[in-house]
């Protein structure tokens, strides 16, 4: 099976082809950070605007590349919801037409469920076969989600917890805002790749005492994660106390350091009570702990997460650090999951900006 997935769910414009059995053959992304960077954030109808202009190419590229027509693919998946109201439209307007007008099948398909289902596209396996096997634990940790999850099959998805106020890929970004890191220049990874980059250099153990950690004192066996008061702990620093000289970039790396290390500790901890709990609870055995969305190309999360699951003899598994943030092929690889389990869609739907994962399960 070839599927051509598409995504406009957030500023990042992309499309790909991927096969069943497991190969990409082409992938276009056009991202929008530029556009956005000097408005201190994404601005939707801005977003939505540069989808329109970049999706016709994008497809048309994607196309080309695999050297493909839409007669020679067996379906178009593209992103439903959850994401931006003006953005997600784009998307899936056009992935309706060209099912359409191609008379292919048409897979809305839930930009979190791709996340999760990435891990069975990129996992080497000597028979080619999507793994891990179901059911496994999956934590997607981007710019607008931290989630923990039980991935019992396709579209059926328990949810273990959430954050109760920022994202921690929103938490980064703004403290590496805030940090005054420079992260343009066409990296991708945007501000929590420079985060990470400053932290290498500094020592988190100068202000680790000066950044609360989230949800200890109360709450310790809640499974739900908060960013907001560590991130404003790090302005307190920087803004009111003046601890930190923004110039000097000891200081900047050192704060860093901290700020990571406190995030990536405090994961840890909620990580462990839904293993505690998982393994008792359920009667399959979970077979890996997966890690995916953007911050999960952090190399400090990925080893210190590897430590965790082997002390509860899971492999570790994170998909390719550009298969982490939003792009074409988790699209198209979630669509050929749910085409092969028979799930298709109707050419009415329309988008969901905001789709609870575990209502999945009630859909069809
Ligand atoms: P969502 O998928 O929830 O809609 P999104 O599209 O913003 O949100 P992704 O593209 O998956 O999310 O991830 C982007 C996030 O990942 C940003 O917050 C970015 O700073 C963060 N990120 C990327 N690379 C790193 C890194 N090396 N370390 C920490 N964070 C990182
Ligand atoms: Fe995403």
Redesign the pocket.
């Known amino acids: 099976l070839r599927v051509l997935g598409i995504e406009t769910?957030?500023d990042?414009t992309s499309a790909a082809i991927v096969t069943s059995d497991r190969q990409i053959l082409s992938e276009v992304i056009r991202g929008q950070q530029e556009m956005h960077e000097p408005m201190g954030g994404i601005v939707p109808t801005l977003a939505s605007k540069g989808h329109s202009r970049n999706l016709p190419g994008v497809i048309s590229e994607t196309l080309e590349l695999a050297g493909l027509t839409l007669q020679d693919l067996d379906a178009i998946a593209v992103t439903r919801g959850p994401?931006l109201p003006p953005c997600l439209p784009v998307g899936l307007n056009a992935g309706k037409v060209l099912a359409a007008v191609a008379k292919k099948p048409l897979i809305g398909v839930h930009?979190?469920e791709a996340?999760a289902l990435t891990a069975r596209l990129t996992t080497k396996n000597k028979l080619n076969r999507p793994e891990p096997a179901f059911p496994f634990m999956t934590l997607?940790i981007?710019?607008?989600?931290t989630l923990l999850l039980t991935a019992n099959d396709i579209g059926d998805y328990d949810q273990l917890g959430s954050t109760l106020d920022n994202?921690v890929?929103?938490a980064?970004?703004k403290t590496?805002r805030l940090l005054q890191l420079d992260w343009l220049k066409g990296r991708r990874?945007?501000?929590?790749?420079a985060?990470?980059k400053a932290a290498l250099t500094g020592d988190p153990e100068r202000f680790m005492s000066r950044l609360p950690k989230p949800m200890l004192e109360r709450n310790t066996s809640v499974i739900a994660f908060s960013f907001s008061g560590l991130k404003s702990a790090v302005a307190r620093l920087v803004e009111t106390e003046k601890l930190i000289d923004l110039n000097n970039p000891q200081d900047v790396s050192d704060v860093a350091a901290a700020f990571q290390l406190t995030c990536i500790q405090h994961i840890e901890q909620k990580i462990k009570l839904a293993l505690n709990q998982e393994v008792v609870k359920n009667k399959k055995p979970l077979t890996a702990l997966v890690v995916s969305?953007?911050?999960a190309?952090?190399?400090l999360?990925r080893t210190r997460l590897e430590t965790l699951a082997g002390s509860y003899n899971l492999p570790l598994i994170c998909p390719p650090?550009q298969l982490?943030?939003?792009n074409g092929v988790m699209i198209a690889w979630a669509g050929i999951e749910r085409l092969q389990a028979g799930l298709v869609d109707d050419y009415t739907i329309t988008t969901l900006p905001k789709w609870p994962l575990e209502s999945l399960k009630f859909r069809e």
């Open positions: 769910s957030c990042d994401g930009h979190m996340h997607l981007s710019g607008g989600h994202a890929g929103e980064i970004d590496a990874g945007g501000p929590g790749a985060l990470e969305g953007g911050v190309s952090n190399t999360f650090p982490c943030t939003d």
